[in-house]
């Protein structure tokens, strides 16, 4: 087996025992994007003379026997995170010139635990997409399936674990764009509760929804990494200062006993019968770790689609009018006045789906209809909220299918901006509650491709996520099969 294949904690096994060096592995994984990348796409931005210098860095301090909690793994980070000297686009036209004087939390985190970054990767444009189609930089392809879409909006980091481009990366989750990608790409992605995961750094899409989390070949390499991301930041002001356990605690224990919700409006017609299938046998799996399994009910989950898809742009219309040309970024040329210049560079620097939330968004709150859409949508939200606030009165974790399809070929849904917003489905309502959210593998279709269940909790409950995951994983004996690229 290759050095690429292997998870954070083998590797890290592996170092302790001095098996094998950080630049033998970032050399591994640096090959490996070599072999496949022209045929994946996950990357915006390779680092590979820095991911090679941090290698050497991190060989140096394991000799010393300073390892840290990641010392010498190569990670990826989606390119919505800024990154000090390291150009960040967001998969932006208008942002393609950026580089940010300084990194993002999350990124100083990774650095000062030792991780080495092999890159930026590719993701739909402003995080706007559920299939990585909608990037400036071109499609990130399923490594499953090369006709196919890896999921979104952090199809690239989802992709390049999923190919051994990476040993684990970070998305970020505004309605499903870590889960949902993890599911079609047949890895780990998790969603922590909103305010656990410091944003300072993240470039916004929707303030009140994003939240930032791990791709992970398994659940214990999840627990490692919300270990170094998670926890208080006073930079970052919907930063929560809530203790954090150490992660690793949860893994391996039991299940028994536990009640897990079945909500009822999430197995309806639309889900695939494979995707089906697949969930009904995780059902049967975590009943066969002596949970009990209960219907639950989740009465507003209809409404959930429509308040994301006016929450979201009206908070995506008020962040993005930073980008006008002005500061930083992309601006169009030969403009015979400040308002000409505004209109040419925002219509040229956005693609069509950036342009058209930001057009919903401005409409739902202009004057006159901000009542009728905003305030009613928040409104609705809060109900939503309380759905699962009542249904974790009565059971532990609710089970559900990540993703209503396996991944869908691209340009399938293009054309159909509904068909798009509708892959989100069974994701949506975690953002909308602020709750986490875990997607693991359960399965295969007949055609081998992937397919997630997702597992959710009450808020700052990822360790009880973690648990369960941990349980699932080693109760439902999932085949880990590897995409033959």
Request: hydrophobic content about 40%; aromatic content about 10%; charged content about 25%.
């Amino acid at each position: 087996m290759e050095l690429y294949e292997l998870s954070i904690h083998e590797l890290q096994d592996k170092l302790r025992e001095g098996e094998t060096t950080s630049a033998e592995i970032t050399a591994s994984v640096f090959g490996r994007i070599d072999a496949v990348e022209k045929d994946v796409r996950a990357y915006i931005t390779l680092m590979r003379e820095t991911a090679l210098a941090e290698a050497e860095r991190a060989d140096l301090a394991i000799r010393k026997g300073e390892m840290g909690a990641l010392t010498g793994i190569p990670v990826a980070l989606k390119d919505i995170f800024c990154t000090k000297g390291v150009r960040t686009t967001c998969g932006s036209r208008i942002l393609n010139n950026f580089i940010p004087p300084y990194d993002a939390t999350v990124v100083s985190k990774l650095r000062a635990a030792g991780a080495v970054c092999t890159g930026k990767t590719n993701m739909d444009e402003f995080a706007m997409g559920s299939s990585t189609e909608t990037s400036f930089f071109g499609v990130t392809r399923n490594p499953w399936d090369l006709e196919r879409i890896p999921g979104g909006s952090s199809g690239g980091s989802a992709a390049a674990v999923a190919a051994g481009e990476c040993i684990a990366a970070f998305g970020s989750d505004t309605g499903g764009s870590i889960r949902q990608p993890a599911a079609l790409c047949g890895v780990v992605g998790m969603k922590p509760t909103y305010g656990r995961v410091s944003r300072f750094g993240l470039i916004a899409f929707a303030s009140s929804l994003d939240q930032i989390g791990p791709f992970t070949k398994d659940v214990e390499d999840c627990a490692i990494l919300m270990n170094v991301i998670a926890g208080y930041d006073p930079r970052e002001s919907t930063s929560v200062p809530e203790a954090v356990p150490d992660y690793r605690r949860f893994l391996g224990r039991g299940i028994e006993g536990w009640r897990v919700g079945i909500p009822k409006e999430y197995f309806v017609a639309g889900i695939d019968p494979e995707v089906e299938a697949a969930v009904r046998q995780a059902i049967r799996a975590v009943e066969g770790a002596g949970a009990k399994c209960m219907e639950v009910s989740l009465p507003h989950t209809d409404y959930c689609v429509a308040v994301y898809y006016v929450v979201a742009p009206a908070e995506a219309s008020s962040n993005l009018a930073r980008y006008d040309g002005v500061k930083y970024g992309f601006r169009s040329e030969g403009n015979r006045d400040l308002l000409e210049m505004y209109k040419k560079t925002r219509s040229a620097g956005f693609g069509a789906e950036v342009k058209r939330r930001i057009m919903i968004g401005t409409y739902a709150l202009s004057s006159g209809y901000y009542d009728a859409y905003y305030r009613k949508a928040s409104q609705v939200r809060g109900l939503i909220k309380r759905d699962f606030d009542e249904a974790f009165m009565t059971c532990d974790v609710i089970l559900t299918p990540t993703s209503p399809t396996a991944a869908f070929r691209i340009g399938e849904k293009t054309d159909d901006p509904l068909q798009m917003y509708l892959s989100d489905i069974f994701t949506i309502s975690a953002n909308l509650a602020g709750i986490p959210g875990i997607s693991v593998p359960c399965g295969y279709t007949e055609s081998g491709l992937p397919i997630g269940v997702q597992f959710l909790a009450g808020h700052f409950q990822e360790g009880r996520l973690i648990q369960f995951a941990s349980a699932f994983e080693t109760h439902a004996k999932i085949e880990r099969r590897r995409p033959r690229l």
